[in-house]
């Protein structure tokens, strides 16, 4: 199963306010609408004690990602780095990816923008595999999908900025 959600966001994760720019350097949390977690809200990513990222419903282990800009010819694509490391592909595990990786194993990763400003959802594209981020029954995080639909649905993310250019007014209270 695929993380999907309705092509607007949630009634409590509003859309980004007027201005809200995603970019090089733009600190941001990612929330995830599962079939396993029955589509709640509050599906943020964080990380198991493996290293894996999940979608979790504890919304104090979600983890705030910077972006980096992997280069000017890749618009919107980039590597996301956390305090403790860069978030990559596991080696041999289905695709899995993982959080605290060295730089060296940093996944690339373009952002479709396309229906942020309206919605503040993106689609993720692992470019390093050509393929859709998504999650797995068990809430993992998977690079696996071929098109950014499963199961006739979109793979959403929401994105929520947390510095940077528009995060003053990011998320309701008592989701960070």
Not at 17 to 23: A, I
Not at 63 to 84: C, D, K, M, W
Request: include cysteine; proline fraction near 5%; charged fraction near 25%.
């Amino acid at each position: 199963m695929g993380c999907s959600a309705s092509a607007e966001a949630a009634p409590d994760l509003p859309p980004p306010p007027p201005g809200t720019n995603v970019g090089d350097g733009t600190k941001v949390l990612l929330a995830c609408m599962t079939h396993h977690w029955r589509r709640r809200r509050d599906n943020w990513l964080g990380f198991d004690e493996d290293n894996f990222m999940r979608a979790m419903k504890i919304r104090e282990r979600a983890v705030a990602f910077t972006l980096h800009a992997v280069n000017a010819r890749q618009q919107h694509t980039y590597a996301l780095e956390s305090e403790g490391g860069w978030l990559g592909r596991a080696q041999g595990v289905y695709d899995k990816m993982m959080a605290n990786q060295p730089r060296e194993r940093a996944a690339r990763v373009r952002f479709d923008l396309s229906r942020f400003r309206q919605t503040g959802r993106v689609t993720l594209l692992c470019v390093d595999n050509n393929r859709y981020i998504s999650h797995r029954n068990n809430g993992w995080m998977v690079a696996d999908y071929g098109n950014a639909e499963t199961a006739g649905k979109r793979i959403d993310y929401y994105v929520a900025v947390v510095s940077g250019r528009g995060a003053a007014r990011l998320v309701p209270p008592g989701h960070v």
